[in-house]
């Protein structure tokens, strides 16, 4: 506990910017936002989140000197045999780009193969935003992990770093664990670059 505490008071404070389309509600968003903040918080990470411009417009591609944005959009990304993935980054060599990419249209799809449509009809909007909204965050909270340590691999554990999700750990009660190593919270420490931090 103490060593938590003390991690807390030595890392700094993170801005991260969100841009999202339109018709990705702002309720969903501060959801997904939420529930990866809940999981990093753990750690000692502070973030502040501030939405960009709603107005549709395609963000220009980030260079690796950029602050770190996130992107929710209806991206489909890259199949990975026969999974599809709710959030990914890009490399550079070893390098993350400062962009995460989440994809609304696969969480949906997701929520629609763990309950039929006939059920989804049944169920309230804002039931339905929750379940896509808990699924975006962890995948969220997993790509920081990824950007963050500049971890291109993933570990063979249950918690946070995983591959493979089941539906249980994507929509459950039940949130990953952010489980840091001494070494990765090293990585961590110097990863907290000046391009980062929130002007106090």
């Known amino acids: 506990m103490l060593a938590a505490i003390a991690l807390a008071a030595a890392l700094p404070t993170i801005s991260i910017t969100v841009h999202a389309s339109p018709d990705v509600s702002p309720r969903l968003i501060k959801w997904v936002v939420d529930e990866a903040d809940d999981i990093w918080r753990g750690a000692g990470v502070r973030i502040a989140w501030t939405l960009e411009s709603r107005d549709g417009t395609v963000p220009a591609t980030r260079s690796l000197e950029d602050p770190l944005r996130v992107v929710i959009d209806h ?3 890259t199949r990975l045999g026969g999974e599809v993935a709710l959030g990914w980054v890009v490399f550079e060599g070893d390098r993350p780009r400062p962009e995460i990419h989440l994809s609304y249209a696969n969480a949906v799809a997701g929520v629609e193969r763990i309950a039929p449509r006939a059920m989804l009809n049944m169920l309230a909007r804002m039931r339905v935003d929750e379940l896509v909204a808990t699924a975006l965050g962890r995948a969220l909270a997993h790509e920081l992990g990824h950007y963050l340590l500049e971890l ?4 063979e554990d249950d918690a946070l770093m995983h591959a493979s999700w089941t539906a249980e750990e ?3 009660a039940e949130p990953p664990r952010l489980r840091l190593n001494a070494a990765e919270r090293r990585a961590l420490a110097s990863k907290l ?3 980062l931090l929130t002007k106090r």
């Open 152 to 155: 291109k691999d993933h570990s």
């Open 170 to 172: 994507l929509f459950g």
């Open 193 to 195: 670059s000046p391009a």
């Open 75 to 77: 991206e489909r990304g």
